[in-house]
């Protein structure tokens, strides 16, 4: 062998070294998301190629072949790798163990329908020989493949995983997405997509929100004029329920319906007024809000309604639970109605909630009487009902709290409302077992069942739902999911980055949404110049836009604000060079020309699209607010401090900037805030 053929060996033999090094000393930094509970880095790694193959070991059923099938699919997809037969073929599994890539070793069935009490750990063993994934039952199976894949990853050898060694569980047992499809109709195939999108995270719950003042989205045979007077033609048809409960188990995922109750019920009474506290007529609300259209409870004619409907949606779903709802009634209905009005007095009711508890003595027997266990919100909650009740708590920690010292499960949603647009960073702080649920004794901690993200659809459609359910939920997942001390949000983010990427190929569209969405505002122009603005953008918090302006059911959601994400990346990671700007003044300043420079194209391109226009001072905003920083890195080069007067007028810039605009926010204000401040102290 010659002396260049022996140094490129060398070459090779010292890189791969080098990667098989790196990888075991960061096993703890794996793009993994959720973290495991506990992980063990191990030495080489189990090479990708077009000879992987999957064996089943122990247990088999059709739904950890089809989990098989998919996990070789999802690595065609991402490796573009054949495997038996190329891209497009049908898949095939191994049927021996000991020739296979990977083997999924199941023990048993598992619970034939999927429960809060379902076995979900599992255990992956990487070694450069094979890959070992061993679970108690099926669910677990599905967990541990979704880890198997993010561990894959390309590098300069190739796909490989790295060889380690994970022992994983749950920390709660009820992670949840809860989807509101009645504000915006929520077509199947979303669910479906974001179906696939949690069980990437190991997300185990979908709470469908079925029925709301804005429509009745569920087929109802017994009482057909629920979904066909109520719901605008938009509903689910049974079949398509039977199918999607079908899809969501295939991924380890429960479904549990919301059928809302007593208020939030404007659109049964367009089909029954026969069942509401007032004489109507009703008509499907347009609006948001709270709405005085309410059941009657103190009639027999609704309980006989109820256990009918209830006995139908019981029958569709077979989860233990059923959701109540039971939140927000303001009971004006109530106290307008004579008839009402002296029952409470015969009663001896002091006030609408005595009625409403009178209402949920009534419900819960019925609720039992299909086999199923009550949820509801807060408001649902009294120390009459039995304890086999669970509470899902939008008020807070406190309530979560109160109730789980009485002895009742509970679910935390407050914290992660995914509508109010709010960064990942702030729903991962959130904790179910933080605030004043931290003082639980551990009993009382233990019922404590977990979390549920609440994407409420006032101000989402089918076309952007994904970039405010994503990847925001996937942090929240990892709270769910992970040990309690996996807190670390730069390290979060570092992840988030890479699953959020992930998501992409299991046709989430949090990303692909956004440049489509751009192009429209756009017209028959380049949204390159647009990008620039939309990408320092973000839309205002909570309940900021609902109270900016009038929106209905009927409003067109194609703004600038609609497109843009909960969070800036690109402000985000600007910030970030802005805390050290000295190491990064030259990162800075290029950016900062670059926004400053943007007004000269950005503002024509802005006055040529009539859903552009409100826009144009944000443009004009951006500029000037790098402008200010360019001075204000000036003035940090010269060693001098700014002028007072200089000072003066930035700050006023800034404040003006700072504030929301089109119903958005300029979100390098404040990083270039610091630099200005920094200006006016001078060096030190």
């Known amino acids: 062998m010659g002396m260049k053929g022996l140094r490129g060996k060398l070459l090779v033999a010292l890189t791969v070294a080098l990667t098989l090094g790196h990888q075991r000393i960061n096993a703890q930094s794996l793009n993994l998301m959720p973290q495991p509970a506990e992980?063990?880095?191990?030495?080489?790694?189990?090479?990708?190629?077009?000879?992987?193959?999957?064996?089943?070991?122990?247990?088999?059923?059709?739904?950890?072949?089809?989990?098989?099938?998919?996990?070789i699919r999802r690595l065609a997809l991402q490796t573009g790798i054949p495997f038996r037969g190329g891209l497009e073929s049908e898949p095939q599994l191994e049927s021996e163990p000991r020739e296979a890539t990977m083997v999924l070793r199941c023990d048993h069935a598992g619970e034939a329908v999927q429960s809060v009490r379902e076995d979900e750990s599992y255990q992956l063993n990487v070694t450069p020989q094979q890959a070992r994934l061993t679970a108690a039952t099926p669910v677990g199976v599905l967990r541990g493949l979704e880890t198997f894949l993010q561990l894959v990853e390309l590098d300069a050898q190739g796909f490989s995983a790295p060889a380690v060694r994970i022992t994983d569980r749950p920390r709660f047992p009820w992670r949840g997405l809860m989807i509101d499809?009645?504000?915006?109709?929520?077509?199947?195939?979303?669910?479906?997509?974001?179906?696939?999108?949690?069980?990437?995270?190991?997300?185990?719950?979908?709470?469908?929100?079925?029925?709301?003042?804005?429509?009745?989205?569920?087929?109802?045979?017994?009482?057909?004029?629920?979904?066909?007077?109520?719901?605008?033609?938009?509903?689910?048809?049974?079949?398509?329920?039977?199918?999607?409960?079908?899809?969501?188990?295939?991924?380890?995922?429960?479904?549990?319906?919301?059928?809302?109750?007593?208020?939030?019920?404007?659109?049964?009474?367009?089909?029954?007024?026969?069942?509401?506290?007032?004489?109507?007529?009703?008509?499907i609300e347009r609006k948001w809000g709270i709405f005085a259209p309410t059941l009657d409870p103190t009639r027999e004619e609704t309980y006989t309604f109820l256990d009918s409907l209830i006995g139908e949606i019981a029958a569709l779903f077979p989860d233990e639970y059923l959701h109540v709802g039971g939140d927000e009634v303001n009971g004006k209905q109530w106290d307008t109605n004579p008839q009402i009005l002296a029952f409470k007095k015969m009663q001896g009711m002091k006030?609408?909630?005595?009625?409403?508890?009178?209402?949920?003595?009534?419900?819960?027997?019925?609720?039992?009487?299909?086999?199923?266990?009550?949820?509801?919100?807060?408001?649902?909650?009294?120390?009459?009902?039995?304890?086999?009740?669970?509470?899902?708590?939008?008020?807070?920690?406190?309530?979560?709290?109160?109730?789980?010292r009485l002895g009742y499960m509970s679910i935390l949603s407050n914290g992660y409302y995914l509508d109010f647009t709010l960064p990942p960073a702030d729903y991962y702080r959130v904790d179910p077992l933080g605030g004043a649920a931290a003082s639980l004794t551990p009993e009382q901690a233990s019922r404590v069942l977990g979390g549920e993200a609440c994407m409420w659809s006032e101000l989402v459609t089918p076309e952007n739902v994904d970039s405010?359910?994503?990847?925001?939920?996937?942090?929240?997942?990892?709270?769910?999911?992970?040990?309690?001390?996996?807190?670390?949000?730069?390290?979060?983010?570092?992840r988030l980055e890479v699953v959020s990427r992930e998501l992409d190929w299991v046709g989430v569209t949090h990303h692909s949404s956004y440049p489509l969405m751009l192009a429209r505002l756009a017209g028959m122009h380049s949204p390159e110049p647009l990008q620039t603005l939309a990408d320092v953008l973000e839309p205002i918090k909570h309940y900021g836009r609902e109270n900016a302006r009038e929106y209905t059911s009927l409003t067109p959601f194609n703004r600038l604000v609609d497109a843009v994400g909960p969070e800036s990346e690109k402000a985000r990671i600007f910030a970030g060079m802005v805390e050290h700007w000295r190491q990064n003044e030259n990162a800075v300043r290029r950016q900062l020309l670059i926004w400053r420079d943007s007004r000269e194209y950005l503002v024509p391109l802005l006055m040529k699209s009539a859903l552009l226009q409100e826009d144009v001072p944000l443009a004009e905003d951006l500029s000037a607010v790098a402008r200010a920083g360019l001075e204000a890195l000036d003035y940090l080069d010269a060693a001098n401090p700014a002028p007072p007067a200089w000072m003066q007028e930035r700050m006023v810039l800034l404040d003006l900037a700072a504030k929301p605009h089109a119903e958005l926010l300029l979100m390098i204000v404040e990083p270039v805030r610091k630099l200005v401040e920094a200006a006016q102290k001078g060096p030190g």
Request: net charge negative.
């Open 468 to 494: 405010r359910i994503w990847p925001s939920a996937a942090a929240i997942a990892e709270r769910f999911w992970s040990p309690e001390g996996v807190m670390d949000v730069d390290s979060m983010y570092r």
């Open 39 to 71: 992980l063990a880095s191990g030495s080489g790694r189990l090479v990708i190629d077009g000879s992987f193959r999957v064996a089943l070991d122990g247990y088999r059923e059709p739904r950890l072949e089809a989990a098989a099938l998919r996990l």
């Open 181 to 283: 499809v009645c504000r915006h109709w929520i077509p199947e195939e979303v669910l479906k997509r974001n179906i696939d999108g949690m069980a990437t995270v190991k997300l185990n719950v979908l709470h469908l929100h079925l029925t709301d003042d804005q429509g009745f989205r569920i087929e109802s045979k017994k009482y057909p004029r629920l979904q066909e007077m109520g719901s605008d033609g938009h509903y689910y048809t049974q079949a398509q329920i039977t199918g999607l409960i079908a899809y969501a188990r295939d991924r380890g995922i429960r479904v549990v319906p919301e059928i809302e109750m007593p208020g939030h019920s404007t659109s049964w009474y367009v089909g029954y007024p026969e069942i509401a506290s007032g004489p109507g007529p009703y008509q």
């Open 351 to 404: 006030d609408n909630a005595d009625l409403q508890l009178y209402f949920n003595r009534h419900l819960l027997p019925i609720v039992h009487k299909y086999g199923k266990k009550m949820v509801g919100w807060d408001e649902i909650f009294h120390p009459d009902l039995p304890q086999d009740i669970v509470v899902q708590s939008w008020r807070g920690p406190e309530s979560l709290a109160q109730a789980a």
